[in-house]
């Protein structure tokens, strides 16, 4: 496949009101990044048209895609997905939702590597847990939705069966964690992150390294520190302190995202 599918739009549907969050999922961070402009950054590498289905004002300066106005506003991803499809000019169509911060290009291209024209729809699947608001539409799946949307009939689902030809891809457990979708604080609060480590002194003759970068949880400083005397068993019978933002840390501290460094011990003490 080429890097780049001119045959193929992206749409992603950002106007939901993040009840349950409290504030727009869109918008949130990760490492960094807006889950939102991730999304963007990943999907921008497989296809060249993006069209962001919204109604919300803060989303009009988002950059590299077509914003594009929800046609049945407070209807839900149905009325999302037909208006994403409606604007599109591309019989076939990626469609993401805005609430999944560890996408990546290799599911994005796993995705559309199992596209055949047999099917109005291609649906990504876990453990037997169908995920709608992943997966491939066509143009041809336009009339059911607006049967649906009218009849207020508005669940994914049950527009999936009534759809005539649909394809569930079963997502390889290798990549099963890039489909969390995150909808509550609590669901943010257990993202993975990514985490940049400094070895100094004796600590880096130990791990045979200056740095290396893991991704953990936020977890507790005690539950990294069992992380890397697990990784490297030598540092069980070392002495060292971890530091976080250049800060000395204690055990209960939990892990926010800054530079850690483990410490051999001071001169003097």
Do not use: W
């Not at 990549?175 to 940049?196: C, E, G």
């Not at 971890?242 to 501290?253: C, E, K, P, V």
């Not at 926010?256 to 051999?264: K, V």
């Amino acid at each position: 496949m080429k890097n780049k599918d001119t045959h193929i739009t992206t749409i992603i549907l950002a106007g939901g009101k993040s009840t349950r969050m409290g504030e727009d999922k869109a918008m949130l961070l990760y490492n960094d990044t807006t889950f939102i402009d991730h999304i963007i950054g990943t999907a921008i590498q497989v296809t060249d048209t993006i069209l962001l289905v919204s109604n919300h004002i803060q989303h009009q300066n988002i950059k590299n895609v077509s914003i594009v106005k929800d046609l049945y506003p407070n209807k839900g991803p149905l009325a999302g997905l037909y208006s994403g499809l409606s604007y599109s000019k591309t019989t076939l169509n990626l469609v993401l939702s805005c609430d999944i911060p560890l996408i990546t290009i290799d599911m994005l291209k796993f995705l559309i590597s199992n596209y055949t024209n047999e099917h109005q729809a291609i649906i990504a699947t876990t453990n037997d847990y169908k995920m709608p608001l992943i997966g491939l539409y066509t143009k041809g799946c336009l009339s059911t939705c607006k049967k649906l949307i009218e009849k207020n009939h508005l669940k994914m689902m049950h527009f999936l069966n009534e759809l005539p030809a649909v394809k569930h891809i079963n997502i390889p457990d290798t990549m099963k964690d890039q489909l969390i979708n995150i909808n509550t604080p609590q669901d943010v609060a257990h993202l993975p992150i990514s985490i940049k480590i400094y070895y100094f002194g004796q600590i880096a003759e130990i791990t045979g390294s200056t740095e290396e970068t893991i991704i953990r949880t936020k977890e507790s400083i005690a539950n990294l520190k069992q992380h890397l005397i697990t990784k490297y068993p030598a540092l069980n019978n070392a002495s060292f302190r971890i530091a976080q933002n250049q800060q000395l840390t204690i055990d209960s501290d939990t892990i926010t995202g800054e530079e850690i460094a483990l410490l051999p011990p001071f001169a003097g003490g």
